[in-house]
C-alpha cells in the first residue's frame, strides 16, 4: 500500500487545530486535518468574555466561527476519524486512525482534552441518566430541577452560571476551601439566592433508580444526602495523548513542548490544551495552534529528507 506523503498533519479540530490548518493553508502546505469531533472544548463552554474581539460570544458560537473560517480556506476536517498511534518511519510520520494509516513529513498534535470521571459508585450507571460532563450541552434538560455541579473552577462556575437562569436549587460541591476560578465569576455565584456552595466535601455516591434521586456527600466527615435529579460533573480534564505515547510527557500525561511547540520528537509538533502550556485558554489554544504550525513551516524548509 503505497501512502501520499504529506507535508503536515493536523490531528484535532478544537481551537488549535483548526487555527493551525489556517496558516497551513495560507502557506500553501500539503496537509489534512482529522479529528473525532469540531470545536473541542470551545464547543462544550458557556458564555466566553474574554477573547478577543467578542465582548460575549458563547462557546458553541465561537466554535462555529473557527468552523466558518476553516471553510473559507476550502479546508475539509476528515471526521469522525481518531488517531490510534504516530510513531516515525525513516524520518517520516506515520499517523495510524481507527480508519486508515497517513505519512507526513511533520505532525501537529492538538487532541485537547476530555472530562476527568469521580470514580464513584453510580457514576457508570447513571451517566446519561441524570449525570452529565456538560452542562452547556445538557443544562435546558434540566429546567425547574435541583442540580448539583461538582468543581470549584472555572468550568464547574461556568455550569453553574449557565444553570442559575432555569434551576430553583443549585448545590456548587467543592472539595476545597475556596473557589478557585476567576473573581468575577465568584462573585455572581455567592450573589445568587438560589446556589448553595458546600465547601470541603467528596462525592460518596449517586443514586437512584432509572434516573439520578439524589447524590451522597462527605462533608467534613459527616455523610450528608443532596436530593437532586441532574449532577453536572466540572473537576478537570485529562489529555487526549494516550496515542502519543512516543512523545515525552508530564506526570499529568501532558505533552511536553517547548517555546516553539516542539515535541521530543523531531517533526513532531504540539499545540493546545493536550501540551503542558500552563493555561488552558480557548485564545492561548489558538496562538499555539498558530505557532506549531509556523514551526512546522520552518522544520520543513530547512529541513532535507
Known amino acids: 500500500m503505497n501512502l ?15 487555527t493551525a490548518s489556517v496558516y497551513a493553508a495560507r502557506k500553501k502546505m500539503d496537509f489534512i486535518i482529522m479529528s473525532s469531533d469540531i470545536g473541542g472544548q ?29 471553510k473559507s480556506f476550502g479546508i475539509e476536517v476528515r471526521m469522525p476519524e481518531s488517531a490510534r ?17 497517513y505519512l507526513s513529513r ?11 470521571q469521580l ?6 450507571e447513571f451517566k446519561n441518566k441524570g449525570l452529565t460532563y456538560c452542562a452547556t450541552c445538557d443544562g435546558p434538560l434540566f429546567a425547574d430541577k435541583h442540580v448539583a455541579v461538582i468543581g ?3 468550568s464547574a462556575l461556568d455550569a453553574v452560571l449557565g444553570l442559575m437562569k432555569i434551576s430553583p436549587k443549585i448545590y456548587l460541591v467543592t472539595r476545597d476551601m475556596q473557589l478557585a476560578a476567576d473573581e468575577v465569576m465568584i462573585e455572581k455565584v455567592q450573589a445568587a439566592s438560589n446556589i448553595q456552595i458546600i465547601y470541603d466535601a467528596e462525592p460518596l455516591r449517586i443514586n437512584g433508580e432509572v434516573f439520578v434521586k439524589n447524590l451522597e456527600i462527605n462533608k467534613q466527615g459527616k455523610k450528608a444526602v443532596l436530593n437532586v435529579e441532574g449532577i453536572f460533573v466540572e473537576i478537570g480534564l485529562s489529555p487526549n ?24 520528537v523531531p517533526g513532531i509538533f504540539a499545540a ?18 498558530s505557532k506549531a504550525c509556523l514551526s512546522a513551516f520552518h522544520y520543513l524548509s530547512t529541513h532535507k529528507f
Open 4 to 18: 501520499k506523503i504529506h507535508d503536515l498533519i493536523i490531528i484535532g479540530a478544537g481551537p488549535a487545530g483548526m
Open 42 to 70: 470551545a464547543a462544550l463552554s458557556g458564555d466566553v468574555e474574554n477573547y478577543t474581539g467578542y465582548q460575549f460570544i458563547s462557546g458553541p458560537e465561537l466554535a462555529l466561527k473557527f468552523q466558518e473560517h476553516v
Open 85 to 101: 498511534s504516530i510513531v516515525t518511519q525513516d524520518e517520516l510520520i506515520m499517523v495510524e486512525t481507527d480508519k486508515t494509516r
Open 106 to 116: 511533520s505532525a501537529i498534535v492538538a487532541t485537547g482534552k476530555r472530562p476527568r
Open 119 to 124: 470514580n464513584i459508585e453510580g457514576e457508570t
Open 152 to 154: 470549584g473552577g472555572n
Open 241 to 264: 495523548s494516550e496515542f502519543a505515547d512516543v512523545l515525552s510527557q508530564n506526570p499529568t500525561k501532558e505533552i511536553i513542548v517547548d517555546a516553539h511547540n516542539r515535541t521530543s
Open 272 to 289: 493546545g490544551d493536550v501540551t503542558n502550556i500552563p493555561e488552558k485558554q480557548i485564545i492561548i489554544a489558538c496562538g499555539e495552534g
